[in-house]
């Protein structure tokens, strides 16, 4: 069973198409239904956007320093 991506590979991405590739559901096969599965996904995909967006935020604040 592959394992759910961390928050912490947020740093392997470079860009947009690598989001995709990075982000994966260890337990896709056990949900309830397909929709369920998708809406995690879109949740999951959400959450590490989110955190893209704040290292790149950090690296800016670090640069003005």
Do not use: H
């Amino acid at each position: 069973m592959p394992k759910r991506t961390s928050l912490k590979d947020a740093k392997r991405v470079e860009t947009a198409d690598d989001l995709g590739d990075v982000v994966q559901d260890k337990r896709e096969g056990w949900r309830a239904t397909a929709a369920k599965a998708r809406r995690r996904q879109r949740r999951y995909t959400k959450r590490m956007t989110n955190e893209i967006a704040r290292l790149a935020q950090e690296g800016v604040d670090k640069t003005d320093e």
